[in-house]
């Protein structure tokens, strides 16, 4: 190497370690003012929000499933305009950054679900309905109903947000036919479960810790 590209090399690779940090500190801050700027719809610690439009907890979600939500919302293949609002400005280091913060918190659930409806939910979550082809939900999302990877969190998910996306999944997710995703897994048993027993096992995840 010649002495004048080696005088160039040094101060090249001080700037880039500076740019590097800085660019790793504006990363972070950027972050929490995400985080901050998610917790005013989905709860101070991610616990969800019973309203009107019920918001999901994200606090304790598997952060495979939040990411791939994420890029769902930005890809138009799940609807909804308020998340493809937020989701499409997220880069995705961001992206996974987020996913990994939300799915390390364990907030208490929210409840509010009728009590009275928790043992039939119980047994649809644990047996299925094999007589109209439900099977059993803790053949995917788990005993706990804690999830696993591409595979959500129930547990503790507010009942009003499950049944609103039980009683619609057809028309918010899947929603792009030349790209066809894991939502497809969910259709039938959405089809095939009625609203009271919607109603029921969501009132039965909804109180999982
Ligand atoms: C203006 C309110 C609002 C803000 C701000 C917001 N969300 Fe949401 N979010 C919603 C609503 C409403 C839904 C339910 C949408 C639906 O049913 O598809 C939702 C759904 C989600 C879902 C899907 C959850 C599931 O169980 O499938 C994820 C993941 C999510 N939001 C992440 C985030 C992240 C990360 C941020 C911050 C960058 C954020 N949201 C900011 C309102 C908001
Ligand atoms: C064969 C595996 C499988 C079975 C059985 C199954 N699920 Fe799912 N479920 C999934 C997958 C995968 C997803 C994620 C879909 C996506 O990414 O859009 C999901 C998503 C969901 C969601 C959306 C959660 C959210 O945060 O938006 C609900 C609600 C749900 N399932 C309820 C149920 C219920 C109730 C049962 C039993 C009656 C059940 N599931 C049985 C695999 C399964």
Known sequence: ???????LAMPMAILAIFFSAAGRAEERQSLQAKIEYCTTCHGSSGQGYHGFYPIPRLGGQQAQYIENQLRAY????????YMYSVAHVLSPAIRTALAKHF??????????????LVATGKKIYE???PETNVPACMACHGSEAKGQGAIP????QLNDYIISKLLNWNSERGRDP?????SAIMLP??????KAQVAA?????????
């Open 1 to 7: 190497m010649k002495v004048s590209s080696i005088r």
């Open 74 to 81: 930005i890809e138009h293949r799940r609807e909804n305009k």
């Open 103 to 116: 799915s390390e918190l364990n907030p208490k659930p929210m409840g509010g679900a009728p009590k009275g």
């Open 127 to 129: 047996d299925g309905i």
């Open 153 to 156: 969190r129930l547990a503790g």
């Open 178 to 182: 030349a790209r066809p995703d894991i």
């Open 189 to 194: 048993t959405s089809h095939n479960l009625t």
């Open 201 to 209: 096992v969501a009132a039965y995840v909804a109180y999982l810790r």
